[in-house]
């Protein structure tokens, strides 16, 4: 037992160093990348374009459930003009970068990992480095620097439908004094709040495009069944270690913005 808990140990340490390496090269290779702007548009189309609709369906819900549950905690205490505050800091701090990164990587994510296996299976990568052509700035640099751009405006799509959503219940369905809401908006939320929700949305997207990259890059080595299925394993492997990332830190994130 303690030589598999060794044997484990020195695949995930060698896995992380082969993780960094390639962050590393990807994350300087766009600027020797041929027609960048075209890449770049194109990349933003795939990750944030197509996911407009899924950010803002998931995030009306969210608000419309967060203002319902809110409301009736704050009643206990009758503080119920506090809701607009209440939903407006959670959505923004919390609810928005996480739902929108999640959502993001479910839907561009996983087909981002799926492509690039597919391309590797069928040697497309190894004809870009036959013709002397970098794969990883190629196929990941321009999607790396599209998430940094796209997430950030998704959170904030979220989060503007979200607190709609609460508006929608606190005040149209349930009688919050609808001046209240938006006054207690107003006065609780800063622009700092708004900067800690963005810089979690530019960390998740640039942890979750990289591990979703790399899953597809090395599908050859990391699945256990060659072809369509190996693309499906490790598909469903990038969504779910971007998942656990991108909870694990937001743990980070928040314990060293509470504590700054």
Known sequence: MISKLGRESIRIVGEFGELTRFSARASVALPKQRHILEKLVRSIFEIGVRCVPITLIVGLFTGLVLGLQLFYVLTKFSSESLLGQAVALSIILEIGPVFTAIMIVGQAGSALSAEIGIQRNAEQI???????????????????????????????????????????????????????????????????????????????????????????????????????????????????????????????????????
């Open 126 to 260: 190894d004809a870009l480095k036959t013709m002397q052509i970098d794969p990883i700035g190629f196929l990941v640099s321009p999607r790396l620097w599209a998430a940094m751009i796209c997430f950030p405006i998704l959170t904030c799509f979220f989060d503007i439908v979200g607190i709609f959503g609460g508006h929608l219940t606190g005040v149209e369905l349930l009688g919050v004094d609808q001046g209240a809401y938006w006054n207690r908006i107003y006065e609780a939320v800063s622009l700092k709040n708004i900067g800690d929700g963005f810089l979690k949305a530019v960390v998740f997207g640039v942890v979750t495009t990289l591990i979703c990259s790399f899953q597809g890059y090395f599908t050859h080595l990391k699945a256990s069944i060659p072809g369509a299925r190996g693309v499906s394993q490790t598909t469903t492997r990038a969504v779910v270690y971007s998942s656990i990332a991108i909870l694990m830190f937001d743990y980070l994130i928040t314990s060293f913005q509470m504590t700054r």
